[in-house]
């Protein structure tokens, strides 16, 4: 199950959020009342109250943690689904009055566990700015689609550029393109698997 850290403002919604959590086997790692609180060094996810972040740096404080880990949002039922919040870097925004096995379901969902081993960089391994754009837009959990929506690309641009940066970081499936951008460094430029008669195993796709 994925590790949270909870970022709330109110000890008594803290309380009830917590309890709800670890009723349903999610893991609360660290639990913060403000963003100038570093965040749990073992937590794969942030669970954010907007009601406790500051005006107006609160969208920077989504991005910052958006850099390190997954971020569900809890916000107060904006009418616009929470789309600034979901551009700043959150995976998902849901009303914070949601029945608890809304928000249960929300954490559980959020994306594929990553873990907290420490993954040297592999050498010479660089991404050109598209490329790390294309990469942020992966382990926010988008399709090919949507990301050539986003960066104003063709699917099929999009594509060529998921090939190169599979190539580049030694890569095999989308869990590990996530894991390589929420890591915030590549992984190791490993080889493919190698196949029958020791050809590279093609078989792999994103």
Request: proline share 8%; net charge neutral; no cysteine.
């Amino acid at each position: 199950m994925i590790r949270t850290d909870l970022l709330v403002r109110s000890p008594i919604y803290t309380v009830g959020l917590v309890h709800t959590l670890a009723a349903a086997g999610v893991e609360v790692v660290g639990v913060r009342r403000s963003p100038d609180e570093a965040p749990a060094g073992t937590a794969e996810a942030a669970i954010v109250d907007v009601d406790g972040l500051p005006a107006p740096d609160g969208l920077d404080a989504i991005t910052d943690a958006a850099r390190r880990m997954l971020v569900l949002v809890l916000d107060d039922g904006a009418a616009d689904g929470g789309a600034a919040y979901l551009r700043a870097g959150a995976r998902k925004v849901i009303d914070r009055h949601a029945p608890t096995n809304h928000i249960v379901d929300a954490v559980r969902t959020l994306g594929p566990e990553t873990s907290a081993v420490d993954v040297p960089p592999g050498p010479g391994l660089t991404l050109s700015e598209r490329e790390t754009q294309v990469l942020t837009q992966i382990s926010q959990g988008l399709t090919h689609w949507q990301i050539a929506t986003r960066l104003g690309l063709s699917p099929n641009t999009v594509d060529t550029y998921v090939k190169r940066i599979r190539a580049k970081l030694g890569v095999g499936n989308k869990a590990e393109l996530t894991r390589a951008a929420l890591l915030g460094r590549p992984l190791p430029n490993l080889a493919p698997p190698a196949g029958p008669a020791g050809h590279p195993d093609r078989r792999a796709s994103l």
